[in-house]
């Protein structure tokens, strides 16, 4: 008999609940016992669990989120108090194997779990699709949808009044849901924080536009894009004093163009709503196989999906973040 301890933690996506639910009905087929923490790591430390049944995961497919609740895993990076915690409550529980599901930082806080010799596998789910060891994350693909329908709505109301659109979206340091987002959305100008950008670019690409009789632009950029190449350290003071980048960008595409700009800030619609099909399958495939591992005796790796299989990466070598193909990008400059 084998008894899981499953948490969520970190920032939520959509597709967690379906591999909550994947752990619990493949636990139950093997007769294994599934505990669950609340409220991400905080639940963990506090031991705020129960024991999962399979009424607690039915009929949560379609909903967003997480139903056991989340919360930043930052805190409990390399704290050494929080690990003592987590070994007791492994100990007074008899949890066999922690399954943790969560973005980046929740699977660095894996990988600390397992070298202070805690029993844990990852699951990557963050809209982010930052984590080394997969293709894609789970809930990646519901936001990128929501990104390029958002974009399509912008396209008629852009043209209408030959505005150009500064549209920010997530992405926790990395590019891919602007430029997942942007490709399939038909945005204009892609920016993220993996290329170093320049107002002149910005610039010089809308006007490029206006003389092919495109006179509408939508520019979508990353969250942490960071400050374009060409300007002074007193500017980058100001965005950092009043501005803000979105602000600052549109003043100077207004004063270079002439052009009328509107700055539209997705935020955390990204990450709400029904998950997808794909993240849906994802979730449930991933779900599966980190039971499967377990039973396999194999801990200590993130569970992923890698041209289509089931990979295990040791969760020691899931180090920084992982960052954009950029072979990508000069594709989608070609739709630009
Ligand atoms: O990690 C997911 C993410 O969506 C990032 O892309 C974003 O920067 C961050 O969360 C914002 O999260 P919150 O405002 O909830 O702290």
Known sequence: MKRIGVFTSGRDAPGTNAVLRAIGRTSFEHDYEVIAFRNGMEGVVEN????????????????????LGTSLSDPYLENHNAIKEMKKIQEKLSITCFIGVGSFTTMK??????????PVIGIPATIDNNIPGTDYSVGFQTAVNYVSGSLDRLHSTAS????????????GQ????????????GAD??????KAYSIQEVVSHIRKREGEGKFFSIVVLADTA????????QEKQQINDHNGLLQFLSLEIVKETGMETRQLILGHLQRGGSPLATDRLLGTLLGNASVECIRRGITGVLV?????????????????????????????????
């Open 160 to 171: 209408s009044h030959h505005r150009v659109f500064l549209v920010e979206v997530m992405g």
């Open 109 to 118: 806080l894996c990988s600390f779990m397992k070298a202070s010799e805690i």
């Open 304 to 336: 992923g999906q890698i041209n289509g299989h089931i990979e295990y990466t040791d969760l020691e070598l899931i180090k920084a973040k992982r960052p954009v193909d950029l072979q990508l990008l000069n594709i989608a400059r070609i739709f630009y």
């Open 226 to 233: 960071g400050f374009p190449n060409d300007i002074s350290e």
């Open 48 to 67: 705020d669990s129960f024991m999962m049944d399979r009424s607690y995961v039915s009929g949560i497919l379609p909903i967003g989120g997480t139903i």
């Open 189 to 194: 100008l892609i920016i993220i924080p993996e």
């Open 174 to 185: 990395c590019g891919w849901i602007a430029l997942y987002g942007g490709l399939t959305g």
